[in-house]
């Protein structure tokens, strides 16, 4: 899936939460900041989504002992399910039902509110 082609609003507002794999977990932090979606996508030089970072996801990597300098390859959470722009708003909600995903919920259904 490529991101951040289509002139759409969410896709056009995301290119500000677009990160590397090389990117510092730092970078990931700043990203998920800069774009209030509480998520960073981690894409290649063709802007392919390869995976996502959640502050969840900095949170159980720094748990784990994954320093802070270190890439966010070691904490992403790769292949994420991904709605296709065209499908729109209707398709990515059928895409969350199918997965049992609540909007703001972790893959296993929990919240990851603090």
Not at 21 to 45: C, E, Y
Request: charged share 25%.
């Amino acid at each position: 899936m490529t991101v951040g082609i289509d002139n759409s609003g969410w896709v056009r507002n995301s290119i500000n939460i677009l990160i590397e794999p090389t990117s510092t977990i730092p970078d990931a932090v700043k990203a998920i900041d800069r774009g209030h979606m509480q998520i960073a996508l981690v894409v290649d030089s063709e802007r392919r989504l390869l995976a996502t970072v959640t502050d969840g996801d900095v949170r159980r990597g720094l748990l784990r002992g994954v320093s802070l300098e270190a890439p966010v390859s070691e904490i992403m959470r790769k292949n994420p399910a991904a709605a296709r722009v065209e499908d729109g708003r209707d398709g990515a909600l059928r895409l969350m039902q199918h997965l049992t995903i609540r909007p703001g919920s972790e893959p296993d259904g929990s919240s990851d509110a603090a």
